[in-house]
């Protein structure tokens, strides 16, 4: 059992852990209250025996190791268990920010706390924090680095390090909901007309159509286009990585999918393997022979971060909003929602594991159903005021009614007719006046 006792320094009162280390050493662990002696020695008593209680879950072993220092272990380890593109996220996020952070505070892991977290993710939102462009890091990127941290915390309570994961319960900076940018039809037209003669005419033409995330138009080889049947399939993506490019699975169980060639993807397939094909008979063994769809003349794939790069030169470049290639996706979608496709035919042309995730994105654009509960409210409120009326008029007629029968000569001409009184004016004859 862990023991320990209350200390004094500099005018506060300090918890001592007697511990040790993996060895079986004997160490003292110093712990601040932040608690002034006068008046707080039931604080401190109390602090210490939650200090006690946390030891013991640990059987007293103090391992010594610092956050930061955990951070950078954890990181060789992970490169091992996810993919290249997961770990090349992990790697900026703790190389770049996490773990010069925590290396400056110099938190040992066994005692970092929800709040050392809270002061990490709004110490992002100063400026500056972005690398790229010295400005304030955004709520989704802290989320993101939360993430990894809660990822690595998580592996820390597995391996017996820490009890609990302190990311559960730490406070993040609020998220404001996404609102993608989208082109409607007139503008994706003014949009393909601008990558006219492009090396990504295609992949971004495709994208226009079927809403395809990058890594996935990319990705996509001539074994997965069925002309006959008129059918493209995803089954594989293309990511980029340090080392290159590499194929990878589709992002979940639902981006696997077969969506029907329309005319104009038919055409531009075709034209492309036409165009492959006899520049494989030109270059011959210059040709870099390979199954993708989306290449350069020579064969060479096109890269992710190449695409992604030319596409926000053009859109830079014009009148149009500007959107990233990723809004492409939301452009198909808020436009087949606008032309009245259902939620459920959008989420499985987009791929979405579930119609509440198309529901997320672009509730906000889905204009022909507004429009229909709009006109379904007014024909509510016209057939209402229909009713009201007949009502105002049977009310109307029950009470002259009534009047009439109570006094008939005061009543209407009806009611003077029922009473037998006639209503035809009588002329008088004239008369000759006698002299007196």
């Not at 452009?331 to 979405?352: K, M």
Request: aromatic share 10%; hydrophobic share 30%; proline share 4%.
């Amino acid at each position: 059992m862990v023991t320990g006792n209350l200390q004094i320094k500099d005018g506060k009162y300090y918890a001592v852990v007697n511990l040790r280390d993996e060895s079986g050493k004997r160490k003292q662990k110093w712990v601040s209250t932040g608690l002034p002696v006068r008046g707080n020695k039931k604080n401190a008593e109390q602090f210490l025996n939650q200090e006690l209680e946390k030891w013991n879950y640990h059987n007293g072993v103090y391992y010594g190791i610092s956050v930061a220092e955990y951070f950078e272990i954890w990181l060789t380890e992970i490169e091992k268990e996810v993919r290249p593109n997961t770990f090349r996220s992990y790697k900026g996020n703790m190389t770049n920010h996490i773990i010069p952070y925590f290396r400056n505070t110099k938190i040992q892991l066994q005692s970092i706390k929800p709040i050392d977290l809270e002061d990490y993710y709004f110490s992002l939102l100063k400026p500056e924090s972005n690398l790229e462009n010295g400005a304030a890091l955004s709520a989704t990127t802290i989320r993101h680095h939360h993430q990894n941290i809660s990822k690595a915390l998580a592996d820390a309570v597995r391996k017996g390090y820490i009890p609990l994961n302190p990311a559960s319960s730490a406070r993040l900076p609020k998220k404001e909901k996404y609102k993608a940018e989208f082109l409607n039809h007139e503008q994706l037209d003014e949009l393909i007309s601008l990558f006219k003669g492009s090396p990504v005419e295609l992949p971004v033409r495709l994208c226009a159509i079927y809403g395809f995330r990058r890594s996935e138009v990319l990705g996509l080889k001539w074994k997965n286009v069925d002309f006959i049947n008129r059918t493209i399939t995803i089954s594989e993506t293309l990511q980029q990585h340090t080392g290159g490019n590499y194929t990878d699975h589709p992002k979940t169980e639902s981006s696997y999918r077969t969506l029907p060639l329309n005319n104009t993807a038919y055409d531009l397939l075709k034209e492309q393997k036409k165009l492959q094909d006899e520049r494989k008979l030109l270059m011959g063994n210059y040709y870099i022979y390979n199954d993708y769809v989306c290449t350069w003349g020579n064969g060479e794939v096109i890269a992710p971060n190449y695409l992604t790069r030319t596409f926000h030169s053009v859109i830079q470049n014009s009148t149009l909003p500007q959107i990233r290639l990723h809004d492409l996706r939301h452009s198909v979608a808020s436009n087949l929602l606008n032309l009245g496709f259902s939620v459920v035919q959008v989420q499985e042309w987009l791929g979405h594991g579930s119609a509440s995730t198309t529901l997320n994105f672009y509730a906000h654009v889905d204009k022909s159903s507004k429009i229909s509960i709009a006109d379904t409210l007014d024909k509510l409120d016209s057939e209402q005021e229909k009713k009201e009326d007949k009502v105002s008029e049977k009310v109307f007629e029950e009470k002259t009614l009534s009047k009439t029968k109570k006094d008939p000569v005061k009543g209407s001409e009806k009611g003077l007719k029922k009473a037998k009184i006639s209503t035809k004016v009588v002329p008088i004859k004239k008369q000759s006046l006698k002299k007196c």
